[in-house]
Each structure stands twice: as structure tokens, then as C-alpha cells.
């Protein structure tokens, strides 16, 4: 099983609509827990933590759910601007610094 | 200026040959690392560094080395080429004092083609 695993997608949606991606990890004693996002041919860009109590920022919305070891990002009101790949990043604490990420969903909203 | 820039952002180099990648960060961390993003695979870490004098191999570090020339300078070379290490390069800095996995800042990469 892989460490992190995730949707490749493509997810494709029309402007305005509501998406949700999840993304698994396998070892519980993983710490922390990020979304970056990718646009095409770009490096990965930070979006947000994600909090064991939930998050929001603006649009999107970060849980956490540990007893099914899996996080997600929720996109509400979707843009055009919001098509990406979104890659889920995982820490876990050990002999050195393990830091996993996700191999992302794609995401494409439609006009 | 960009926070961490990567040189080339481009090479098509031929098998058995030599090449370095270079990066530089203006962030002031001391965390540096090299992944390689490959369509399926994810961004996979060859070899970070905490300081100057501190270099670690990553999971994938065969075929691989480093060199940590200053805070600011962390270079990738291959010591000979081949075309499985055809990929899209990052440099990446991180201050985790957000969080390990927090704060990582990319370079913009460097898509290397080996034939």
C-alpha cells in the first residue's frame, strides 16, 4: 500500500460547482498534513494546512479524519483560476525528516 | 527575484555524459532538498541538507550526488546520464517552524531529457 494515495482525477466540473477530493495515508502515526497545489509545468505552491478540528480559507475547506487515516480539500464555488493538480503532503516523524507527498488530483473546471 | 532559482530550467544532455543542476535559495533557511517529479510517481526527495555541513540521501539517491557550497547554493549532478533520469528537477527550501511539511518553497524546475 502506498504511503499516500490519491484520486489522479481528472475531476471535471463546471464554474460554480462544489468538489471534493480525498487522499489516504497509511501510517497512523503521521503528524501533519498539508494540501499544495500544482499548476501544469509549475512548481508546487503551499495552499494550506490541515487541522485536526478543520480549517477554511476563503473557497476552501481542509479536514482531517484520523480514525479513517484520511484528509480532504473541499473547493466550493469552483473558478476557472482553480485548475490544477492539488497534491496531498503528509509528515510523518522519524530517523529523518519523511516527508510524503501525494502523487495529486487533477482538477479542470469547465466554462 | 525569484526565492529559489533553479539553472537550467532546461537540458537535453546524452547518455553517459556528466551534468549539474544548480540551485540558489535568497529565503535564508537552512533546509534544501532535490525531488524529481515524474507523471505517476510524485515528487520523489534524491538528497536534502539541514546545513552546510549536513548532507542525507533521500529514497531514490542512487545515480546521484551533491554538493551543499554554501546556505544559499545546493547543486545536484549526475555523475552519468541515463535516459531513466529523464524527469522534471526541484529545488525546494523549507522553514519548519510552521511544521514539518509546512513551508516548502520550489524553484521552478529544471526538465532535464537524457537520449
Known amino acids: 500500500r502506498k504511503e499516500v494515495e490519491q484520486d489522479p482525477g481528472p475531476f471535471n466540473v463546471p464554474e460554480g460547482a462544489t468538489v471534493a477530493f480525498n487522499c489516504t495515508y497509511s501510517n497512523s502515526a503521521s503528524q501533519s498534513f498539508f494540501w499544495y497545489r500544482q499548476d501544469c509545468r509549475k512548481e508546487p505552491k503551499l495552499l494550506m494546512s490541515?487541522?485536526?478540528s478543520g480549517n477554511e480559507d476563503g473557497r476552501f475547506t481542509a479536514q482531517l479524519n484520523r480514525a479513517s487515516q484520511y484528509i480532504s480539500l473541499l473547493i466550493r464555488d469552483s473558478k476557472l483560476s482553480d485548475s490544477a493538480t492539488y497534491l496531498c503532503?503528509?509528515?510523518?516523524?522519524?530517523?529523518?525528516?519523511?516527508?510524503?507527498f501525494g502523487t495529486g488530483t487533477k482538477l479542470q473546471v469547465i466554462p | 527575484d525569484a526565492d529559489v532559482t533553479q539553472t537550467p530550467r532546461n537540458r537535453i544532455t546524452k547518455t553517459g555524459k556528466r551534468i549539474m543542476l544548480e540551485c540558489s535559495q535568497t529565503?535564508?533557511?537552512?533546509?534544501m532538498y532535490w525531488y524529481r517529479q515524474d507523471p505517476g510517481l510524485g515528487l520523489r526527495l534524491i538528497y536534502y541538507s539541514f546545513d552546510v555541513k549536513d548532507i542525507n540521501k533521500g529514497e531514490i539517491s542512487d545515480g546521484y550526488s551533491v554538493s551543499r557550497q554554501a546556505q544559499a547554493k545546493f547543486s545536484l549532478s549526475l555523475e552519468s546520464a541515463i535516459p531513466n533520469q529523464t524527469a522534471l528537477y526541484f529545488c525546494?527550501?523549507?522553514?519548519?517552524?510552521?511544521?514539518?511539511?509546512?513551508?516548502?518553497?520550489f524553484g521552478s524546475g529544471t526538465r532535464l531529457t537524457v537520449v
Open positions: 525546494a527550501t523549507s522553514d519548519p517552524t510552521g511544521g514539518e511539511g509546512y513551508g516548502y518553497t
Open positions: 529565503k535564508g533557511h537552512d533546509r
Open positions: 503532503v503528509v509528515y510523518l516523524r522519524g530517523g529523518y525528516q519523511k516527508v510524503t
Open positions: 490541515v487541522y485536526s
